[in-house]
């Protein structure tokens, strides 16, 4: 008896231990774990923080942009130009731990792919033209009898989307693109055409509605709105990821707006295509064109198209109207650094009068 009872507690207090080791392993388990979490949340509250030191930084130097535009205005009212300070390409700036990096472009430089959609704003792109100057140029770059005429074709705003169509057809052809001519760049305008419009109705051979697109295989429907972005491209009918990259360098989107004014004291000679395709010229007349400019641009519009090269084209009043001497969007490009962490921000910026400024458009990360 006593043999056993010896035994049964030898027995019991070897559960006991196993019993504790296993607390003892649990509790080991357990602080491990919250040691791990505590890291991991102190890890991410310093990346939260430098991080936003980074955003920051760039929210500073999107004010910086705005203030640099706005002086710059204010003593030149009448025109934008590639001489002055907005326009001296990107730059980096040291700050305490880190470095900003920016660049301001003018988006009236390239085609607003926009512009291709009919609605109140297109009737009234012949009294846009410059905005900021209250007017004052519009005498100097049409006469009263060229304004009339340009805006009665304007207020028709189904011809009006046939020549900014037409245009945009040339340029895509001008691109060059392996097996897209002529015909492959009237679908893609019609295709964008039909994306842009209001109604749900196929306009032209190229188009494409909610019919086209619902079938297939990952269905949606068309947007009948704004391109929010020109990555926008690869979900329309007939577009090719080479015709999208290619057009990236002449085309942009301006927000909720279809304006096309082009600046032609911004536009540079890589980008004479542009010309080309809106005005109707050679490429060599229109390089000329832009090469006859000085470094403050033009002073109207007249005086570029008086230009020998444009003069012997004998272009239209309503293709005159699409070009401008002064510009009311912009791009700015930030990249902000702060300790190892980045934040890249872009902002496009809108001119009114040039007494304010207005952000009416961020996308964070790079495009």
């Given at each position: 008896?006593?043999?056993?009872?010896?035994?049964?507690?030898?027995?019991?207090?070897?559960?006991?231990?196993?019993?504790?080791?296993?607390?003892?392993?649990?509790?080991?388990?357990?602080?491990?774990?919250?040691?791990?979490?505590?890291?991991?949340?102190?890890?991410?509250?310093?990346?939260?923080?430098?991080?936003?030191?980074?955003?920051?930084?760039?929210?500073?130097?999107?004010?910086?942009?705005?203030?640099?535009?706005?002086?710059?205005?204010?003593?030149?009212?009448?025109?934008?130009?590639?001489?002055?300070?907005?326009?001296?390409?990107?730059?980096?700036?040291?700050?305490?731990?880190?470095?900003?990096?920016?660049?301001?472009?003018?988006?009236?430089?390239?085609?607003?792919?926009?512009?291709?959609?009919?609605?109140?704003?297109?009737?009234?792109?012949?009294?846009?033209?410059?905005?900021?100057?209250?007017?004052?140029?519009?005498?100097?770059?049409?006469?009263?009898?060229?304004?009339?005429?340009?805006?009665d074709r304007t207020n028709n705003g189904k011809n009006n989307?046939?020549?900014?169509?037409?245009?945009?057809?040339?340029?895509?052809?001008?691109?060059?693109?392996?097996?897209?001519?002529?015909?492959?760049?009237?679908?893609?305008?019609?295709?964008?055409?039909?994306?842009?419009?209001?109604?749900?109705?196929?306009?032209?051979?190229?188009?494409?509605?909610?019919?086209?697109?619902?079938?297939?295989?990952?269905?949606?429907?068309?947007?009948?709105?704004?391109?929010?972005?020109?990555?926008?491209?690869?979900?329309?009918?007939?577009?090719?990821?080479?015709?999208?990259?290619?057009l990236k360098e002449y085309t942009c989107i301006l927000p909720?707006?279809?304006?096309?004014?082009?600046?032609?004291?911004?536009?540079?000679?890589?980008?004479?295509?542009l010309l080309k395709a809106i005005l109707g010229i050679s490429?060599?007349?229109?390089?000329?064109?832009?090469?006859?400019?000085?470094?403050?641009?033009?002073?109207?519009?007249?005086?570029?198209?008086?230009?020998?090269?444009?003069?012997?084209?004998?272009?239209?009043?309503?293709?005159?109207?699409?070009?401008?001497?002064?510009?009311?969007?912009?791009?700015?490009?930030?990249?902000?650094?702060?300790?190892?962490?980045?934040?890249?921000?872009?902002?496009?910026?809108?001119?009114?009068?040039?007494?304010?400024?207005?952000?009416?458009?961020?996308?964070?990360?790079?495009?």
């Amino acid at each position: 008896m006593a043999l056993s009872n010896h035994l049964l507690i030898r027995k019991n207090r070897g559960v006991a231990l196993i019993t504790v080791m296993l607390i003892v392993a649990f509790v080991a388990i357990l602080a491990t774990q919250m040691s791990s979490r505590l890291m991991l949340q102190m890890q991410r509250s310093t990346n939260i923080a430098l991080n936003q030191q980074a955003y920051w930084y760039a929210m500073g130097a999107e004010n910086f942009s705005r203030r640099l535009l706005l002086d710059i205005f204010k003593k030149e009212p009448d025109t934008t130009n590639l001489s002055q300070l907005w326009a001296q390409g990107e730059n980096s700036f040291p700050v305490a731990d880190g470095s900003i990096t920016g660049e301001i472009t003018d988006l009236q430089a390239c085609f607003n792919l926009n512009a291709l959609r009919v609605g109140k704003k297109q009737n009234q792109q012949g009294t846009k033209n410059n905005s900021r100057n209250d007017g004052r140029n519009n005498s100097e770059n049409l006469t009263k009898t060229e304004n009339a005429k340009a805006n009665d074709r304007t207020n028709n705003g189904k011809n009006n989307n046939t020549s900014i169509k037409a245009m945009l057809v040339t340029l895509i052809a001008g691109l060059e693109v392996e097996g897209v001519d002529n015909f492959a760049a009237e679908y893609m305008a019609d295709a964008l055409a039909d994306w842009l419009d209001e109604n749900d109705t196929i306009a032209s051979a190229g188009g494409a509605e909610d019919s086209d697109y619902a079938s297939k295989a990952f269905p949606y429907l068309a947007a009948n709105n704004y391109l929010a972005s020109i990555n926008e491209l690869r979900v329309i009918e007939h577009f090719n990821v080479a015709v999208i990259n290619a057009l990236k360098e002449y085309t942009c989107i301006l927000p909720n707006d279809n304006l096309l004014a082009i600046n032609v004291n911004t536009i540079t000679s890589e980008h004479a295509l542009l010309l080309k395709a809106i005005l109707g010229i050679s490429l060599a007349d229109a390089q000329q064109a832009i090469a006859a400019r000085d470094d403050k641009g033009f002073k109207n519009v007249e005086d570029f198209f008086n230009l020998p090269e444009l003069k012997k084209a004998k272009i239209a009043p309503e293709i005159k109207q699409h070009f401008v001497v002064d510009s009311d969007y912009f791009q700015f490009k930030v990249k902000a650094s702060f300790n190892e962490s980045y934040f890249s921000l872009i902002s496009i910026l809108k001119v009114t009068d040039n007494t304010q400024i207005d952000v009416i458009s961020r996308t964070i990360g790079s495009s």
